[in-house]
């Protein structure tokens, strides 16, 4: 069993900048990445950022040296510093981690986990 708890969303101006946060608990043994997506309203879901655990990062071509993708081990969290907001980057922004569970038989199984999902809407 596994919970992704998002945060940090909100209602900002052009320019601005926002930090959202993913902290994961469960029956986790690993995490192998952890990754942010977004779904603006009529759109794909997209790839916003990804780090693999030995600190591979990848970026979309559209926030990249804007946004910052980073994690804190000791609390399974993720974070994404999003700086100089467009209005394009409004959308339901959504943590993916893709895990080692242990199972309740004591076995083990790889997974896909997602958050439940936080808005954010760039706007004057």
């Known amino acids: 069993q596994v919970q992704l708890v998002e945060s940090g969303g909100g209602l900002v101006q052009p320019g601005g900048s926002l930090r959202l946060s993913c902290a994961a608990s469960?029956?986790?043994?690993?995490?192998?990445?952890m990754n942010w997506y977004r779904q603006a309203p009529g759109k794909q879901r997209e790839l916003v950022a990804g780090?693999?655990?030995?600190?591979?990062?990848n970026y979309a071509d559209s926030v990249k040296d804007r946004f910052t993708i980073s994690t804190d081990h000791a609390k399974n969290t993720v974070y994404l510093q999003m700086n100089s907001l467009k209005p394009e980057d409004t959308a339901v922004y959504y943590c993916n981690v893709d895990v080692e569970l242990l199972l309740p038989n004591g076995g083990r199984a790889d997974s896909s986990r997602w958050g439940q999902g936080t808005q954010v809407t760039v706007s004057s």
């Open positions: 780090v693999t655990s030995d600190g591979i990062t």
């Open positions: 469960g029956n986790i043994l690993s995490i192998y990445a």
